[in-house]
């Protein structure tokens, strides 16, 4: 049998006269720079790679600097050279080509412990643009070396959950360097104020993420948090700035005080909300008088008005509080966005025609180039896989393999013969690469590679049991070196610890994964505000942030579960095995919400700040809509909770189908807003 993409020569000649796509162009400008050891003139590469004979010169210019850009953008530097003429009838030349050496990620020799440490730092960020950004690295350094299967260890699998939007919209204008606008809560004030800021920095204490910057209004640096953040960011792509030399975001943080410990006074309806008063005392003498005699009043510490404000409002009218100030007035200020959300118009929606995928999103050129990229090396040094295999490492489906294998045999050097194209073919499934035209390493790290993976391995320290052995540390210092200028740019963001606060629940549940014990517990279930005695096989230990949980099978649910650990009171092994042969998913991480044939699917409108939590939810599909929000509908096991979940958020999430969930949300906040004066 032939080779699937071997060209005849009169197909090589139809190919040749079809007008290439961007992608296809983009990539024939890289390889014929990459293989000219003097440069090539721009008449010449205007006629042979981009095939232009117009006579715009102005135009042609614009798409060859737009062009370089992108490269550039790959992790490619674009060298110019001129030659200078000898005389005025000589006039100068000028010429461009690509360093082959200077753009290559070097070797790097990994373990296995190091591999494990690499696979756990790049699936920390879940579902941020960084997460991307990491699994590009990832396969960056699989395309350098043979494949081998990592064994993740038991009890060590921490996710990232970022600040939504604004996180990447951070991120994004950091590394490029251009301010930011956006509006902001003022601690201080409590008023709404529009924000212009250089970001320095941008990292998670507290349980809360902050961005350091200058802020150009108040001419000094300033700390914003981005749970203040009340609308959209702005991104001033026509203006740059310099960060302070030797900025680091860890250490500046570190120099903030802790918030200081203030009381809250709640009234709470009697006999409800059995997790808030676990925590909580019951006011005595004339502080316990309530207005109303259904109610008990608590008293609650806290450090942060903000993260109280976000729980009290999802009590509704269980719960009101009445001091101090800023915490009713942030209580208020939820409860009336999710009141004036829940009467806005409902949006013109469109689903796509297929399901959506965890995280899903339009796929782009740039996509497809990056990802060309790392395929070429990945195929080299790994011969002879099967498409299917391909396919999977590359988070794609086999036909749009094949659209990029399509693209790559058509990729050469400028106006080649046939044996100057990449040369790609499979045998009865199986790939193959016989001419790679120097693509056989793959592009150094792109500043949002190098700094997903280096933050997430920053991340990793304090999780139990990663250090033994020395091989965090040792994987850091070969991908600082790996990393170069790009890796000291990871000096500017900063994750959150993600150890456990109490380790003790943590080492019960692990050693009953590793030997198959069966546990009896008793367990705080907040969505029922209700507590019980079960029994459970646990399957595997996750977190999220530094909230941790277990995934199990429940005989009294007589399904699988998912447990947090500080909502466990108590916990022990009963004395027998685990009795289930039900295994946990395929897909990492743990899906938090097991979905079941009976669920109730409902249909919820999310805002642009709010739109991350169609994902944490595992949308089955979503309608982007204009003004950056969406339209998502989701699967719920229990559905009485969603009014405490539209409470919650804020005016960032409402409920439109069925249509009585939608009304009792609309009653419960109504009613919660009623017990603020209306």
Known sequence: MLPRFLLSAEEFSNVARVSVSRTERLLNLLIALLNTKYGLPRAELRAKVYHDTSGNDVAFGRMFERDKNDLRQFGFTV?????????????????YRIGKESNRLPDMQLSPGEWAVLHLASQLWERAALGSAAAHALRKLQASGTLSDVELPVGVLPRIRPAGQAFDDVVAAMHARHPVSFPYLAGTTGREEQRTVEPWGLGSRFGQWYLTGFD????????????????????????????????????????LPELPL????????KGRLLGLRRRATLAAGDAAVTPDGGDERLLVEFRDAEVLAEELASYGPDAVARGPEELVTAVRHRLR???GFNEARM??????????????????SEDQLKRMLQLVPFLVHNQGLHIKDVAA???ITPDELESDLRILICSGLPEGYPDDLLDIHWEEGHVYITQDLDLTR??????????????????????????????LESVTLKLMAAAGEQGLQAASLSGPEVGPEDSAVLDTVREAIQGSLQLRMTYFSAQRDQVSDREVDPLRLYSLDNTWYFEAYCHSARGLRNFRLDRVQEIRPNGKPASTAVRTGEGFPAKLFTPNDDDTTVLVQFTRQGAGLADDYYAERVAPLPDGGLVAEIRFANTAWLPMFVAQHGGAARILEPAGLAAAARDWIEAALARYGG
């Open 216 to 255: 150009r209004a108040r001419q000094a640096p300033r700390h914003f948090r981005l749970s203040r953040f009340t609308g959209a960011v702005t991104v001033l792509e026509k203006e740059t700035y310099l960060p302070p030399a030797d900025f680091n975001i860890r250490e500046e943080l570190d120099r």
């Open 442 to 471: 793959p592009v150094r790290f792109t500043v949002d590679e190098a700094c997903a993976l280096l933050t997430g391995l920053e991340t990793l320290n304090g999780l139990p049991g990663l250090a033994e052995g020395g091989a």
């Open 347 to 364: 949006p013109a929606y469109r689903f796509a025609d297929s399901p959506r995928g965890r995280s899903a999103r339009k796929r782009t």
């Open 337 to 339: 966005n999710a009141a």
């Open 393 to 395: 490492r590359f988070g």
């Open 79 to 95: 060298e110019t050279l001129t030659d200078h003429g000898w005389s005025e009838d000589d006039p100068a030349t000028t010429r």
């Open 262 to 269: 203030w009381t809250a006074v709640v009234d709470v309806r």
